[in-house]
């Protein structure tokens, strides 16, 4: 059993809203499990997007943001673009050790 | 913007130990942040191999802990991971990133005779 969890794959239309989750199954998320949010598009390394639940790099596209909503790590996507088509997988630490999600794939449809 | 490159050997013999050097450039690797290794074996997700602080404390993932080292060259301005006795499910594109934001490319290592 998986102990980070994420959702396997998600659809969102152009323009629409979609968020993405990620779930210690040990624990309750808070910001002390420092949850980071990473892309990656195929044939790409990965980038970093969100880092210490909230907290955004320069190249982080505006429309990306992380927070922390029931529970769990959050990666809300506010307007889909074609481009934002790829894999996400969050990282946090869980169970006392930095583990990655499985990865969400999002399909932009 | 902090730069790192993977370098290594892209195949190694089962039982064998498998060394990389990441060379940041850019930044100086003991002014701060964290300095991060993790894998992707072929077709699947990403996996936590352990970090190096500024200041040279490890963190390592439980399941390889027995496995790895890493450590840093502050006069190159490098991080390197040792994993030894390797097998073929050590076959993976292995990075290394740092908590600044900065990833390397990739270097893909195979194990295999």
């Known amino acids: 059993q998986a102990v980070v969890t994420q959702e396997p794959s998600l659809t969102v239309s152009p323009g629409e809203t979609v968020t993405l989750t990620c779930a210690c199954i040990t624990a309750v998320v808070t910001s002390g499990h420092y949850p980071y949010w990473f892309q990656q598009k195929p044939g790409q390394a990965p980038r970093t997007l969100i880092h210490?639940?909230?907290n955004k790099h320069s190249w982080t596209p505006a429309r990306f943001s992380g927070s922390l909503l029931g529970g769990k790590a959050a990666l809300t996507l506010s307007g889909a673009q074609p481009e934002d088509e790829a894999a996400y997988y969050c990282l946090i630490t869980c169970s006392g050790a930095r583990i990655f999600g499985g990865g969400t794939k999002l399909t932009v449809l | 913007q902090v730069q790192l490159h993977e370098s290594g050997p892209g195949l190694v013999k089962p039982s064998e130990t498998l060394s990389l050097s990441c060379t940041v450039s850019?930044?100086?690797?003991?002014?701060?942040?964290?300095w991060i290794w993790i894998r992707q074996p072929p077709g699947k997700g990403l996996e936590w191999i352990g970090s190096?602080?500024?200041?040279?404390?490890?963190n390592y993932s439980p399941s390889l802990q027995s496995r790895i080292s890493i450590s840093s060259d502050t006069s190159r301005n490098q991080f390197s991971l040792t994993l030894t006795s390797v097998t073929a499910a050590d076959t993976a594109v292995y990075y290394c990133?740092?908590?600044?934001?900065?990833w390397g490319q990739g270097t893909l290592v195979t194990v295999s005779s």
């Open positions: 190096i602080s500024h200041s040279g404390s490890t």
């Open positions: 850019g930044y100086s690797i003991s002014s701060g942040y964290w």
């Open positions: 990133l740092t908590s600044a934001g900065g």
């Open positions: 210490d639940t909230t």
